[in-house]
């Protein structure tokens, strides 16, 4: 049986992994914010994970990256504000 976790949280675009410090000379985006990360460790870890969040409409991208990960995206709302980017 796995366990199953409602999660409330932020989502964010990052550019680095964890504990990174690189020099770049292209732009990469990857899904982030504390909620989403931990969402998608529960389902790495064999649980089910229902993550609500919200991402603007320049975030519409995320829906599709966090299924990839087995997230349902359903519980991720799209406002039509700007979503939040953090330069890492």
Known sequence: MSCRCAIR???MRNIARPGETIS????ERR?????AN?????VKAGG??????S??????????TVATF????K???VSNVCSILADL
């Open 24 to 27: 770049s000379y292209r732009y």
């Open 48 to 53: 089910v994970a229902d993550f609500y969040g």
């Open 75 to 77: 519980g991720i709302s």
């Open 55 to 64: 991402v603007g409409e320049d975030g519409l991208w995320v829906k599709d």
């Open 70 to 73: 087995g997230l349902d995206p």
């Open 38 to 42: 931990q969402a998608i460790a529960i």
């Open 9 to 11: 949280g932020s989502i």
């Open 31 to 35: 899904v982030g914010g504390k909620g």
